[in-house]
C-alpha cells in the first residue's frame, strides 16, 4: 500500500512524561505506517525548554504562524517540585499560556463521545462545546504579597499623560493583591471566533461572566460580545436557526446541569480552565476532551486537554503496566491532520483522518478500552487494556 503524501509540514510540539511516551507510540503505529508524515519537529520536554531557555517554545509559535496548522502533546508547567525534578535554570512559564498569548484566539473543547460511555449528568444528551478565551485575565497578572501595612493602588497611565487612579485596599497587615488585564482587541476577537465557529457547527451560543459584581472588566466583556453580535451576526444567526444568549455566570453553571447540551459555552479565560476540567471528567473522562486554539488570523493548534499523566508516568518508570487514554491525543492529531488536509486541497489525508477516528472510537464501543474508560462503562463483557495494546487494538481495526 502506498503511504498518503503530505505537502506542507504540520508543526509537531513533543512534550512531557506519560504523553510524550503515548505521542512516540501513536507516531509509530497509527501514523508513519500510513503517511508519509511531513512535520516540523520542536522538543517541548520540560529539559529542552530548559536548555534552550525556552526558545524553543517561542519557535514552535512562530512555526504555527508561518505553517497554520500545529499539533502539541502535553506538558510540564513548572512548579517548585519540577524546579528539584528537573534541575530548572529557570521556572519557565507554561508553554500554553506562552503559545496562546502569541496567537491569541480562543481555545475550544468538545468532549469525544463514544456508545457505552454515558454522562455522568442524566439530562445530557449532546457534547457541550467550552470556548475558553486564550488571552489574559490572571494567566498574564502580576502579584504581590504584601509585607505588611501599606496602601495599594491601582494606577493606569495614558500616552498623554492622563493618570486614572483608585485605591485598592488600604491594608492594615500582610496580604495579597493581583494586577490583571484585557484587551478590547482580543475580546473582539474572542467574540467572532465563538460567533462563527457557531455558525459553522450549528450550535447555540451561551456566554456568561460576573458582571454584576466586576462593573467594568466583566461588563466590557459582555458589552463587546452585543456590540459585535448586533452588529455582524444577529441575521445570520436567525437564518441559521440558531441562539446567542447572555446569562450570569452563576445562572450559566444552574442552567448547564439541566440542559440537554448541544451548544457552545464561551467562557472567560479563568472559567474556561476549569469549567472543562469540570465538563470532561463528567462526559466520561479527562481522556476524552479534545482541545483547539483557533487564533483570529486563522491559525490551529491540536491538543488533547488533559496533562502529562504524571502519575502514570511514574509507574510506567518503575517498569509497571500502565492503562492510559490516548483517545484525546489520537484526535489532536487527526484534527490537525484534517485541517492540514483542508487547507492544501488534500482529501486522502482528511480522509485518513476520519478513518482514524472512527477506528479509535469503534474499538472502544466494541469493548476494548483503557482502564479509566472501563471502570465507568456500561457496556459488558469489557476487554481493559494497557497503554499499548490499546494503540495496537486500534491500527487492528483500522487495518480490518
Ligand atoms: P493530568 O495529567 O491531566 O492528570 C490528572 C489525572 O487525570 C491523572 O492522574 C489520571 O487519573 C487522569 N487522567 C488524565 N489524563 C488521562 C489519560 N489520558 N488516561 C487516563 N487517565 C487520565 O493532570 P495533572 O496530574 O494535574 O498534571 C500533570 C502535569 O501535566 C503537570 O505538570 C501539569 O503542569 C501538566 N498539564 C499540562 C497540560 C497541557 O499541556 N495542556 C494541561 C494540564 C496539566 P488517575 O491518576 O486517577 O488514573
Ligand atoms: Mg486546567
Not at 528537573?86 to 503559545?99: A, F, Q
Not at 475580546?187 to 458582571?211: E, H
Not at 490537525?336 to 477516528?357: S, W
Request: charge should be negative.
Amino acid at each position: 500500500m502506498s503511504k498518503i503524501t503530505m505537502t506542507t509540514p504540520l508543526v509537531e510540539m513533543d512534550g512531557d512524561e506519560m504523553t510524550r511516551i503515548l505521542w512516540k507510540m501513536i507516531k509509530d503505529e497509527l501514523l508513519v505506517p500510513f503517511i508519509d508524515l511531513k512535520t516540523e519537529y520542536y522538543d517541548l520536554g520540560l529539559e529542552c525548554r530548559n536548555k534552550t531557555n525556552d526558545q524553543v517554545t517561542i519557535d514552535s509559535a512562530e512555526a504555527t504562524k508561518k505553517y497554520g496548522v500545529a499539533v502539541k502533546c502535553a506538558t510540564i508547567t513548572p512548579n517548585a517540585a519540577r524546579m528539584d525534578e528537573y534541575d530548572l535554570k529557570e521556572m519557565w512559564k507554561s508553554p500554553n499560556g506562552t503559545i496562546r498569548a502569541m496567537l491569541d484566539g480562543t481555545v475550544f473543547r468538545a468532549p469525544i463521545t463514544v456508545k457505552g460511555i454515558e454522562p455522568t449528568v442524566r439530562t445530557w444528551k449532546k457534547p457541550i462545546t467550552i470556548a475558553r478565551h486564550a488571552y489574559g485575565d490572571v494567566y498574564k497578572s502580576v502579584e504581590i504579597k504584601a509585607p505588611g501595612a501599606g496602601k495599594a493602588e491601582l494606577v493606569f497611565t495614558g500616552e498623554d499623560g492622563t493618570v486614572i487612579k483608585e485605591t485598592i485596599h488600604e491594608f492594615d497587615g500582610a496580604g495579597v493583591l493581583q494586577g490583571m488585564h484585557n484587551v478590547d482587541k482580543s475580546i473582539a476577537s474572542f467574540a467572532r471566533s465563538c460567533f462563527n465557529y457557531a455558525l459553522d457547527t450549528k450550535q447555540d451560543l451561551w456566554f456568561a461572566t460576573k458582571d454584576t459584581i466586576s462593573k467594568k472588566y466583566d461588563h466590557t466583556f459582555k458589552d463587546i460580545f452585543q456590540e459585535i453580535y448586533d452588529a455582524d451576526y444577529a441575521q445570520k444567526f436567525d437564518a441559521a436557526g440558531i441562539e446567542y444568549f447572555y446569562t450570569l455566570i452563576d445562572d450559566a453553571v444552574a442552567r448547564v446541569m439541566k440542559s440537554e447540551g448541544g451548544y457552545i459555552w464561551a467562557c472567560k479565560n479563568y472559567d474556561g480552565d476549569v469549567m472543562s476540567d469540570m465538563v470532561s471528567s463528567a462526559f466520561g473522562s479527562l481522556a476524552m476532551m479534545t482541545s483547539v486554539l483557533v487564533s483570529p488570523d486563522g491559525n490551529y493548534e491540536y491538543e488533547a486537554a488533559h496533562g502529562t499523566v504524571q502519575r502514570h508516568y511514574y509507574k510506567h518508570l518503575k517498569g509497571e503496566e500502565t492503562s492510559t487514554n490516548s483517545v484525546a491525543t489520537i484526535f489532536a492529531w487527526t484534527g490537525a491532520l484534517r485541517k492540514r488536509g483542508e487547507l492544501d486541497g488534500n482529501k486522502d489525508l482528511m480522509e485518513f483522518a476520519d478513518k482514524l477516528e472512527k477506528a479509535t472510537i469503534d474499538t472502544i464501543e466494541s469493548g476494548t478500552m483503557t482502564k479509566d474508560l472501563a471502570l465507568i462503562t456500561t457496556l459488558e463483557n469489557v476487554n481493559a487494556v494497557n497503554s499499548e495494546n490499546f494503540i495496537k487494538a486500534i491500527r487492528k481495526t483500522m487495518e480490518a
